[in-house]
């Protein structure tokens, strides 16, 4: 296809012309490798790429028109855009190997966009496609969707078009989310079976108490006898929640609400993640799993050429935690005044000595990016570790949590039955 365009050369004066080339990103990198940063790019002629007749989105930058006998247009109108990070990872792998092989940006994007399996993330990956294709830089046509595509992905691509290796940032992007997603699923796998029991532990007592409960209620209303205080308390508390049923519910649906809300509100995270990062148990695997994914990121910004106050700032964003990113963004104030990086993580004591001197290390030797990749590789393998071990722990002690809890129900409901037997064996 013919491309019109419009740039500056490397004297910084303003040219302009037109060239042949498959598709818009194509036609940036030829005039990239001529000397030329294209800021506008106008296609005169024929499109490339994936045939509109031939996708599931014919028009992705329209409002999509939902046909409520049609279950999948259904299904599409309904789908968040944001895909898991499983799909997330492998649609970045698939691109960086399309890129690697020498497809056209515009074509890859065609495909991609008809083989995803969430359909919102497909329309968005075909309106990007459009935009690229009519002249949009990727990084730009990228930041429409930040609900997608976050800040580390946003830049390293920028910094990968900048430098005319997309395909090599692509890669390194592939290879970091697909460690960030092996540690997710570590992370998981360790809150998987409390959250498990916690439902279990649930849906017994509310069980016990409308169910089982009333059984013996009847029972010991015929026997007309007093009954013990607990015994009585616990009848009590069941007739309320058979009675205030829907309030029953509703406080449980309002609790697990409230605590979502609250994970998420920064105030709050702001007061519970110092507290937690210094509990015995889960504190150890909290301050692990942080240290593997600043050193993950910020040796991935780094290494692809993103300058250091600019990865701090981003590394800090995505911490995932409030304590480490006050403490990242301190770190970038004291950087930006000549200080070293090192020093201040020391410092803050969330960091373990081993990590800072070996980020120490890194600064002396110019090679930070490769210590930090050590460091999170060695922590990844630390979070297993301490999985394994909280596992171990939470397995027997969630079974003794429910079982006294079971317990506590019972109990009560049999004193005045081992009450009755005392009567019965002493008048004997």
Not at 86 to 101: C, G, H, K, N
Not at 140 to 169: H, T
Not at 260 to 278: F, H, S, T
């Amino acid at each position: 296809m013919k491309i019109k365009w419009q740039g500056y050369d490397n004297t910084a004066r303003k040219v302009s012309g037109e060239i042949e080339a498959n598709d818009a990103q194509d036609a940036r990198n030829s005039l990239r490798k001529q000397g030329v940063r294209a800021t506008k790019l106008v296609v005169l002629n024929g499109g490339g790429g994936a045939s509109s007749s031939q996708s599931r989105f014919s028009n992705p930058g329209a409002k999509l028109k939902i046909d409520w006998s049609d279950l999948s247009t259904v299904a599409m109108a309904l789908s968040s855009p944001v895909p898991n990070l499983v799909e997330f990872t492998a649609f970045i792998r698939q691109l960086s190997v399309m890129q690697s092989a020498g497809i056209p940006m515009v074509q890859g994007l065609g495909v991609l966009a008809d083989t995803v399996e969430t359909p919102g993330f497909g329309r968005a990956l075909a309106n990007i496609k459009l935009k690229v294709e009519g002249g949009q830089s990727f990084t730009e046509a990228l930041k429409l969707y930040p609900s997608i595509f976050d800040r580390i992905f946003i830049n390293l691509v920028a910094a990968g078009e900048i430098s005319g290796s997309l395909d090599r940032i692509l890669d390194r992007l592939a290879a970091y989310y697909e460690k960030t997603t092996k540690l997710r699923r570590k992370v998981k796998a360790a809150m998987t079976y409390p959250a498990f029991m916690m439902v279990l532990m649930v849906v017994i007592v509310s069980v016990m108490l409308m169910v089982v409960v009333p059984t013996f209620a009847n029972m010991f209303a015929s026997q007309g006898a007093a009954l013990p205080g607990p015994t009585q308390f616990i009848m009590d508390l069941s007739d309320l929640i058979r009675q205030y049923w829907w309030a029953y519910i509703g406080a449980i649906g309002g609790t697990i609400a409230a605590g979502a809300y609250a994970w998420k509100d920064e105030r709050v995270r702001a007061w519970i993640d110092p507290v937690l990062i210094k509990l015995p148990i889960i504190g150890p695997l909290i301050a692990k799993v942080s240290i593997a994914r600043f050193s993950r990121t910020f040796g991935t910004l780094i290494q692809a050429g993103v300058p250091i106050l600019e990865a701090l700032d981003i590394t800090a964003r995505v911490a995932g935690n409030v304590a480490v990113e006050k403490t990242l963004l301190q770190i970038k104030i004291e950087v930006s005044q000549g200080n070293s990086i090192s020093a201040p993580l020391a410092k803050s004591g969330l960091f373990p000595k081993m990590a800072t001197s070996m980020i120490a290390i890194g600064e002396q030797t110019g090679a930070i990016d490769t210590m930090l990749g050590k460091i999170a590789d060695f922590y990844e393998d630390e979070v297993d570790a301490v999985v394994s071990g909280i596992t171990s722990i939470l397995e027997p002690l969630m079974i003794v949590m429910v079982g006294a809890v079971v317990a506590g129900i019972l109990i009560p409901m049999y004193l005045p039955i081992f009450k009755m037997g005392e009567v019965m064996s002493g008048g004997g």
